[in-house]
């Protein structure tokens, strides 16, 4: 299924548009973290951390409000109040101790880091970045309508987040290239099938790059 929305038709409102960035730790993108074996094919074959770089440059050069919606940092009994845990999210966070309060792990990646007048939201537990955080309220606070959603992991916390926009009533655009899963199949499976049932847009970094330039 083809996304109903032209290119030619793509707007980003500086004023009113956000990007938000989703779970750039050193874990999931760095060598040494815990995840990065299991990323690192698809993050290099997409380019991922390059184009989020890339797009973060251009949102802050063009008054874009930039956002962070990082993921709850491990502590051990830190889920303790959370009764059902998907299993992948349990594997994750607590057998494999992702995202580490207090350790390297659990930093956003260095060329992805927060500057300025970035808003770090507070921490989502589960997937999405919206659920239990205020990220929405600071959004709001905005005037956003519109919001790019980039980062970790293609077909998990991305595609959670892009479900509770749409429920909250953004304009949503996804990224192809600026967002990486665990394989190749799924980062594909995702931005192939499920991206064009959700995003109101799906393209490229080039083309959003482009695109908030020439608004």
């Not at 793509?10 to 750039?24: G, Q, S």
């Not at 956002?67 to 349990?90: C, I, M, N, T, V």
């Amino acid at each position: 299924m083809k996304n109903i929305v032209k290119n030619s038709e793509i707007f980003y409102p500086k004023d009113k548009t956000a990007l938000i960035l989703v779970d750039p730790f050193n874990d999931f993108l760095s060598k040494g973290g815990v995840a990065w074996p299991l990323v690192k094919t698809t993050v290099k074959e997409v380019g991922t951390k390059e184009h989020i770089a890339d797009l973060l440059k251009v949102a802050r050069a063009e008054g874009i409000v930039v956002a962070y919606a990082p993921h709850h940092r491990y502590r051990k009994g830190s889920h303790s109040e959370r009764k059902y845990l998907h299993p992948a999210h349990y594997q994750q966070i607590n057998l494999g101790k992702s995202f580490g309060q207090g350790k390297w792990g659990g930093e956003f990646v260095e060329m992805l880091a927060p500057e300025g007048s970035d808003f770090i939201a507070s921490e989502h537990a589960c997937s999405s970045g919206f659920a239990g955080t205020d990220l929405h309220d600071h959004l709001q606070e905005k005037g956003t309508t519109h919001v790019i959603i980039i980062g970790m992991l293609t077909n998990s916390c991305i595609e959670a987040t892009v479900r509770s926009a749409i429920d909250l009533n953004y304009h949503v655009t996804l990224v192809t290239d600026a967002v990486a899963a665990f394989s190749p199949l799924e980062h594909k499976q995702a931005i192939k099938e499920r991206y064009p049932l959700l995003g109101h847009i799906v393209t490229t970094t080039q083309d959003v790059v482009q695109k908030i330039k020439m608004n």
